[in-house]
């Protein structure tokens, strides 16, 4: 099982920008599916975006598209999401997750059957 270690958060005004990055260890990042996903005070867990290691396949949630952008550094074992453009409704906690997808489907809209979660790194925008 994959150990992950989210940062890069911090407080943004809206219209800012932040990289998170999520280290792994345990196992090669690049066979897994691997996401983003972040929770807000009194708000259900929302999929933010996945990516799947073997073959590079993108999913993003619509409120997101054209402003965050996933990716991975192999070499580093690290997972980024970089996001432009921020707005407050951003603001929550943001969690980096994976899963085998020979097991699970690569798919944010199936949070449960992502056995690897990392702590958290806060993102707070501000109007």
């Known amino acids: 099982q994959l150990q992950l270690v989210e940062s890069g958060g911090g407080s943004v005004q809206s219209g800012g920008s932040l990289r998170l990055s999520c280290e792994a260890s345990g196992h090669t990042f690049s066979s897994y599916c691997v996401g983003w996903f972040r929770q807000a005070p009194g708000k259900e867990r929302e999929g933010v975006v996945v990516i799947n290691g073997r073959n590079g396949e993108t999913l993003y949630t619509e409120s997101v598209k054209g402003r965050f952008t996933i990716s991975q550094d192999n070499a580093k074992n690290t997972l980024y999401l970089q996001m432009n453009s921020l707005k407050p409704e951003d603001t929550a906690m943001y969690y980096c997750?994976?899963?085998?997808?020979?097991?699970?489907?690569?798919?944010?809209?199936?949070?449960?059957?992502?056995?690897?979660w990392g702590q958290g790194t806060q993102v707070t925008v501000s109007s």
């Open positions: 997750a994976a899963v085998d997808p020979r097991i699970f489907p690569c798919n944010f809209r199936r949070p449960g059957d992502f056995g690897s």
